[in-house]
């Protein structure tokens, strides 16, 4: 059956990290960043760096967490920075498939995969 997979727990776990958007803006800005060429980390208070003081501490306590606990990323606190994590080759084809499609979405659908609604935490 189309869209079965017998790993449905990972096809899950990409889905359900995706559908909030302040994990899609952290992890596109972490795509973007490998795909540059460079593969360093990235600076996480530069993705909240138009927020509150709040969002700040959503990121840090929520989120964050959630994509470390995913292995999507590596989280190092001191130096308020992220990069890649052991399971980031999971999540790294559905970014770019969605990065390389945007246009071929439903308009509501098409907004930057970073996201600049300022409504994202």
């Not at 001191?78 to 970014?95: F, N, Y």
Request: charged content about 35%; aromatic content about 10%.
């Amino acid at each position: 059956m189309r869209g079965y997979r017998s790993d449905a727990d990972e096809t899950d776990r990409a889905l359900q990290v995706l559908s909030h958007a302040c994990r899609r803006r952290v992890l596109f800005e972490l795509y973007e960043e490998v795909n540059s060429g460079e593969r360093g980390a990235i600076d996480y208070t530069d993705v909240t760096q138009n927020g509150t003081e709040c969002r700040h501490l959503i990121l840090y306590h929520t989120h964050l967490p959630k994509l470390e606990e995913c292995g999507y990323i590596e989280w190092y606190r001191a130096e308020k920075t992220i990069r890649t994590g052991p399971r980031w080759e999971e999540i790294e084809p559905l970014l770019e498939l969605l990065s390389s499609h945007l246009d071929e979405l439903p308009p509501f659908l098409r907004g930057k995969p970073s996201g600049d609604d300022g409504d994202e935490y």
